[in-house]
């Protein structure tokens, strides 16, 4: 996903993440219980798994999250007008690459004076299932997460 | 503060009688309506809002998540 905003940087795309609450808390990482801790959390999503995107900070209620559905991992995309064009209940970097791409020819189209209408399309897109590296992300959560995780899914 | 929500948002566990209640995608906004909008902090600590964020590209990516 860093990739994909440095990417399209250039071309009007702006990519940011929010920090909801931990889907998988653990002994390194509990549950959130004040916007100090949330903080250091979302700051530790950049020092230590990378995320260059700018990260905003949800309000310790998930106020924003829960609007939009409350998903652990799922991706928007909004034009600047706030209108919400692709929605994705799990985040995948090829299917928002394809969105995007998708939206950018939209654009150039309206602005070659094409008389443009939208429609809603529902589509199923497929993502690479990689469970040891879930695992392997849950184990920097803590033991914990690894057990429940496993528990619930196996 | 609601102390119930913020209790039940940010469970200290995962297991599915908590968290599945939070998933609802199903619920969320439509496309093509105007998106909800929201206050929210940079690491700095600054509050802003998803509409600053939105107006300010042609097309804003935004995904949800945690360190978790």
Same mark, same amino acid.
């Given at each position: ?18 920090? *909801? ?8 990482? =509990? ?11 979302? @700051? ?28 652990? $991992?799922?991706? +928007? ?12 209940? +799990?985040?995948?970097? $090829? #299917?928002?690459? %394809? ?9 150039? @189209? @309206? ?7 939208? /429609? ?6 497929? @993502? ?19 057990? &429940?995780?496993?528990?619930? /899914?196996? | ?5 913020? #209790?039940?948002? $940010?469970?200290?566990? /995962? ?8 998933? %609802? /995608? &199903? $619920? #969320?906004?439509?496309?093509? &309506?105007?998106? =909800?909008?929201? =206050?929210? !902090? *940079? ?10 964020? !939105? ?7 935004? &995904? ?5």
């Amino acid at each position: 996903m860093n990739a994909i905003a440095e990417r399209y940087a250039d071309q009007g795309v702006g990519a940011v993440f929010i920090y *909801t609450h931990e889907a998988h808390p653990g002994e390194n990482y =509990p549950h959130l219980t004040s916007m100090e801790q949330k903080f250091r959390h979302a @700051r530790d999503l950049r020092d230590k798994l990378g995320v260059t995107r700018p990260i905003l900070v949800d309000a310790l209620d998930g106020a924003c999250h829960r609007a939009y559905g409350s998903m652990p $991992n799922m991706t +928007w995309i909004i034009a600047r007008s706030g209108i919400p064009v692709y929605k994705s209940d +799990w985040t995948d970097a $090829n #299917s928002v690459e %394809n969105a995007i791409q998708y939206f950018l020819d939209v654009t150039a @189209r @309206r602005r070659a004076g094409q008389p443009l209408v939208p /429609f809603r399309v529902e589509r199923l897109d497929y @993502r690479t299932r990689d469970r040891e590296a879930f695992y392997k992300g849950l184990e920097r959560n803590g033991p914990k997460a690894v057990e &429940e995780f496993r528990r619930a /899914f196996g | 503060m609601d102390e119930d929500l913020l #209790s039940r948002y $940010n469970y200290d566990s /995962f297991v599915p009688e908590k968290f599945g209640p939070w998933l %609802n /995608f &199903e $619920n #969320s906004p439509p496309l093509g &309506e105007p998106a =909800p909008d929201f =206050p929210l !902090w *940079t690491l700095d600590g600054e509050e802003t809002r998803l509409s600053t964020v !939105w107006k300010d590209h042609l097309y804003t990516i935004i &995904e949800f998540g945690s360190f978790t």
